[in-house]
């Protein structure tokens, strides 16, 4: 099972993903251990690890939503826009992680289990 979720993307998309993943990730816990000392630090930790894990689920299952509602639609903008544009969208998405992450998961083994049934 693990074997299909992670051998059926590419792993240019998992490198991707993880790195922005982690550059979020060190910002947020920099941040959160300036603001929490203690118990609160340790949870924040726990659960900004999660959505580490689960960032490149996550960000397949936006792509897979922005397909499905935009297409191959075409945005023309300034780079200074798209550039802030895409880092809140890979904000939100980190934050997200969970619930995304796991609806990811779930439509991995869903399209795996089918293309293995065809075979």
Known sequence: MLR???CSLKISFYLKNYFF???IYI???GYYLEMLMGGEFKVAALVMSVNLFL???ATLMYEVIRETFLGEQVFIMSLKYLFFLKAIVKLIIFFFSIPLGCC???YIIYKTRRNHDED
């Open 21 to 23: 993943g982690l550059i």
């Open 27 to 29: 910002l947020l816990m």
């Open 55 to 57: 960032f490149p689920f």
């Open 4 to 6: 299909r979720i992670f």
């Open 104 to 106: 990811g998961i779930l």
